[in-house]
């Protein structure tokens, strides 16, 4: 990734699918007496190649989170904070584990919330938040309506003009004869 965006990225975030050892690998780039090159470990590669200040490593299976932040040349392993977030404070958000529904899957999810804790919503989710809402306001709207509807009548049987009940109700005239 760095060779083609040509920044550090903010967090690194590795899903292992074993059981992490792969990712936690501190093993130092080095030649061999056979004169190849050792390989080094991820950890190795981001902490001291690299510098990515943040790098989580997910545990799919056991659903365990770690997270490191770099600081002082080094890794420094993050507690997680009262809610059983980390706090990613370049980014104001907390990363965590979530467990929920996604995708029609009920499971445990690496989520992120605000730093006040609130859960930031996947598009999908947002989307169907809006349309509750959409759906909400206009019965809010139909109910209204039904309740003007409903005094229309009950205004006109009291004496009331067409143009008095339009002013008390804030309708025009044509809106109480249409409704009316």
């Known amino acids: 990734m760095i060779w083609r965006e040509y920044i550090v990225p903010l967090i ?11 990712e936690l690998d501190n093993t130092p780039l080095s030649r061999l007496p056979e004169g190849v090159n050792q390989k080094p470990g991820k950890f190795w590669v981001y902490e001291q190649i690299i510098h990515i200040p943040y790098y989580a490593i997910y545990i799919i299976k056991t659903s365990e989170l770690e997270v490191y932040n770099w600081v002082n040349t080094r890794y420094r392993r993050l507690q997680p904070n009262d809610r059983g977030h980390y706090p990613i404070d370049l980014m104001g958000v907390e990363l965590g584990v979530w467990e929920g529904s996604y995708q029609n899957q009920h499971q445990r999810w690496l989520r992120w919330w605000d730093n006040q804790g609130n859960l930031l919503l996947t598009g999908s989710e947002q989307a169907r938040l809006e349309r509750l809402h959409t759906e909400q306001e206009r019965q809010r709207a139909d109910r ?10 009950q205004l006109l049987a009291m004496g009331l003009t067409v143009e008095q009940v339009a002013q008390a109700l804030s309708l025009s005239v044509e809106d109480v004869q249409r409704l009316g």
């Open 12 to 22: 690194a975030i590795e899903f292992a699918s074993g059981n992490g050892s792969q």
């Open 144 to 153: 209204a309506e039904q309740t003007q509807r409903d005094a229309i009548p």
